[in-house]
């Protein structure tokens, strides 16, 4: 027998039905695993715009998208600005030659923070087994935890979605399924205020009549590769065996034909940590000198180095990310000998590595992270060669304690005051 | 040009100029080598701008002239013909290919004209002296181990090697260091190396180096200048460019006061290093040493596997000092210890200080390592 949930007044139903028989309700949740499953992938909707509207009831009807000014990007577009064609990560200019009517808010992590943090306790509440995977994202395990919880973990995510809702004031949407890869793309399949479920056995056939380009971990140019194979919907990669993933798509194959048929043997570990730390900037005009480059990238550095403090994280290597005008995307990254929390250094190395690539291509965003991420104790304790950084660490200090007193603008480096204004 | 070459001295030529062409393969030609044979005697050359390798193979010539060929394709070919065969090369000129042949083999390889071979000039040399190999390769093996791989520092990126004054008039020094650790070697200083100047040696010449010194027995002849330096090993002439910077100020870094002197064998020090450090897969994981009177104890933890750890007594270590928490990465203890023949030296300073680490019976060295916390 079908099992069936109402997610509005969380009745267990006799089975599939338009709306609950209890509270008249029309989300009824129905499938032959619900009640088995218990990897949950949890995602909110819209989170930044959800905040903002949360916040202020009058934009609730309105297109709004968070981003930087008018050469900014857009961090997260709310689902009415989202019917226009407006997405995250689209430069600010065309989301508002395609939503003009939009109200474009700063965004204010200070506030996304703190409601992710409560929506976190409230997972906490659920399992101990919670990943976060980003500040609106998170897999959770439930297995084992009915008898705690005396209902099914699908019962326990309704009720779970239902307080966020209220206790936060934002929607969340969830995917059920066996694993991690499959309630991931469960979670995309129905938001927002979603719940989708994957069960175990019709897997294989769900995905198969999907895009390749659907399958999380396969981008675009990934899909291309495959279009060019032959192989553009999942189906086409089950068919193959194995062996003949490997031959016909290289050392990957395997994992891919396993992703495809909807495996994935991925535990959910909550002490898994942060693996990089990072800061950019979209330009006002594109950029291709080291001169109008280089004083963006200090204040990038020093971005990072607060950053890292925040999270008591250091820098083990530094890593520069560049974005042509034609919108090609440049990493490149070099490892520390020591790390370091110095702004001085984290901008000296990235600096060696953006010389290399001034080569008058222009530049419309440039990007530095800390990775691989060290503990802050390790940080600048200096070497046998190098007997300056003591130094840089009590001016450094100094120079934090002003700020504390006296805000961000009391103090400046000289090459911050005389480099003009740039936007971080 | 064309010559008859035996298959061995064919092999140990080609071995030495393959490993200093270049890998990465971005100008075709510096991926050859360029076969000359001139007034009958038969040399190759290979170089990759940084390193130049001159070698006289012995040959039976019969026509001279020149060509360049793949260095490791013809390497791999000579490495697979049998063993004893004589080899023949027959280079016609021009642009024709290069004909080798050995018994019922024969291959015929694409060749580059000579005139692209790029010539690196050694300039002036005007310092030269010459110092015996068993010396050289002792100084290489103890300084090597520290030289940084760290591209920002290049100036750390290979041997320092200078006049110093030691501790009974002037010596021949080779310094490297990472920052980690440091090692330092004295030689006795060479007639004519008085007024060379302080130059770093770059890591890969140290290592080409060190393979022709491998079973050399004589002496070697070094000629230098600000910018070339040039190594005469038997048959072979390796001529680099230097590095261009400062080495630091390395005397200051070296600890004098270090009085907590601990004595122990190597072999039982390096083995216990090995067995306590095998519990951590991630090598930056320090071994703490707990040092008490005429006892040691080495520890090691991994957050992932559990705990580890080994005691040396009063019939291994002999310390009288104070006691004393300390802790090293694994690794740089058993690079030191590696270059040490029976008992190792630790003076410490307390558990935070650089310290100093020698061979009991040979002051010619001498190791800093800095701590980890532990």
């Not at chain 1, 989708?196 to 659907?214: C, D, F, H, Q, Y």
């Not at chain 2, 026509?63 to 697979?80: D, H, Q």
């Not at chain 2, 009063?314 to 058993?334: K, S, W």
Request: charged share 25%.
């Amino acid at each position: 027998m079908m099992a069936a949930l109402c997610r509005d007044c969380l009745a267990i139903l006799p089975g599939p039905a338009p709306s609950c028989g209890q509270c008249g309700g029309r989300r009824v949740l129905a499938h032959d695993e619900l009640f088995d499953l218990a990897i949950a992938h949890v995602d909110c909707d819209a989170f930044f715009a959800s905040v903002e509207k949360r916040d202020r009831p009058e934009l609730a009807t309105r297109p709004v998208i968070i981003g930087g000014g008018v050469r900014g990007v857009v961090s997260t577009a709310c689902y009415i600005a989202r019917l226009s064609g407006v997405h995250s990560a689209m430069p600010m200019f065309k989301a508002l030659k395609a939503c003009p009517q939009a109200v474009v808010i700063r965004p204010d992590f200070a506030k996304y923070t703190d409601a992710a943090r409560r929506i976190r306790a409230l997972m906490g509440a659920l399992t101990p087994l919670v990943q976060p995977l980003s500040i609106d994202e998170a897999v959770l395990d439930l297995s084992g935890t009915a008898a705690l919880h005396r209902a099914p973990p699908a019962v326990v995510l309704a009720r779970f979605a239902l307080a966020v809702e209220r206790e936060v004031g934002v929607s969340i949407s969830i995917g059920l399924a066996p694993n991690r890869l499959l309630a991931k793309m469960a979670a995309g399949w129905d938001k927002p205020r979603g719940f989708a479920v994957i069960g175990a056995a019709e897997a294989p056939s769900r995905l198969a009549p999907l895009a390749v380009g659907e399958l999380p971990g396969v981008g675009p140019a990934q899909a291309r590769r495959l279009a060019g194979l032959g192989l553009t919907r999942v189906g086409q990669i089950q068919a193959l065996d194995p062996r003949g993933a490997l031959a016909r798509l290289g050392p990957d194959g395997p994992a891919l034909l396993a992703r495809a048929l909807g495996q994935d043997a991925r535990r959910v570990d909550p002490t898994r940590e942060t693996k990089s730390v990072s800061a950019e900037t979209t330009f006002a005009a594109d950029l291709n000198d080291a001169a109008t480059l280089e004083p963006a990238l200090w204040h990038l550095a020093e971005k990072l180095a607060r950053r890292l403090r925040e999270q008591e994280l250091a820098a083990g290597g530094v890593v520069l990310k560049l974005k042509t005008a034609a919108f090609a995307l440049r990493t490149r990254s070099q490892r520390l000998a020591n790390p370091t929390l110095l702004p001085d250094l984290i901008f000296e190395t990235a600096r060696g590595l953006l010389a290399r690539e001034i080569d008058g291509t222009y530049f419309r965003l440039i990007g530095i992270g800390a990775a691989p991420l060290r503990p802050a104790e390790e940080a600048d304790r200096g070497d046998l060669v190098d007997r300056d950084t003591a130094k840089l660490v009590a001016a450094q200090g100094a120079i934090d304690r002003l700020r504390a007193r006296f805000g961000a603008g009391a103090i400046a480096k000289g090459r911050t005051i005389f480099s003009g204004s740039t936007k971080t | 040009m064309k010559f008859q070459a035996d298959r061995a001295s064919l092999l140990k030529a080609l071995a030495h100029v393959q490993s200093v062409v270049e890998k990465r393969n971005t100008i075709p030609i510096l991926a050859n080598v360029m076969i000359a044979v001139r007034e009958g005697k038969l040399t190759l050359t290979a170089t990759d701008m940084e390193i130049a390798v001159v070698e006289d193979v012995a040959a039976t010539t019969s026509r001279n002239g020149a060509c360049t060929a793949p260095a490791a394709t013809l390497y791999e070919i000579v490495r697979k013909l049998p063993e004893g065969a004589p080899i023949e090369l027959d280079h016609p000129g021009g642009d024709a290919q290069l004909a080798l042949r050995a018994g019922r083999y024969a291959t015929k390889l694409v060749v580059l004209p000579t005139e692209d071979f790029p010539a690196m000039t050694a300039g002036s040399l005007p310092h030269r002296f010459d110092i015996p190999a068993a010396q050289l390769r002792g100084l290489i093996d103890r300084t090597r181990f520290a030289i940084s791989t760290e591209e920002t520092r290049y100036y750390l990126n290979g041997i320092y090697l200078h006049v110093a004054e030691g501790e009974d008039g002037k010596v021949l020094r080779g310094v490297a260091t990472d920052g980690h650790r440091l090692a330092r070697v004295e030689l006795p200083l060479p007639e004519g190396a008085g007024g060379m100047p302080g130059v770093i040696v770059p890591r890969k010449t140290v290592a080409e180096l060190r393979k022709l010194l491998e079973e050399m027995v004589g002496t070697v002849a070094v000629a230098l200048s600000d910018t070339r330096i040039q190594f005469q090993v038997d048959a072979v002439l390796l001529t680099s460019k230097l590095i261009d910077g400062t080495f630091p100020e390395y005397e200051r870094v070296i600890p004098r006061g270090n009085d907590k002197v601990m004595r122990v064998g190597r072999e039982d020090f390096s083995a216990a290093v090995a067995r306590v450090a095998a519990i951590s897969a991630e090598r930056s994981r320090p071994v703490k040493l707990t040092l008490d009177r005429n006892l040691l104890v080495l520890s090691a933890a991994s957050a992932e596997q559990g705990t580890a750890s080994e005691e040396l007594d009063g019939e291994r270590v002999h310390y009288t000092a104070t006691p004393l928490e300390i802790g090293f990465q694994a690794r740089y203890l058993n690079d030191i210890t590696d270059q040490i023949e029976n008992e190792v030296e630790f003076c410490f300073a307390d558990g935070a200080s650089p310290t100093v680490v020698r061979d009991a019976a040979d002051t010619s060295a001498l190791y800093v390592l800095m701590p980890m916390r532990v």
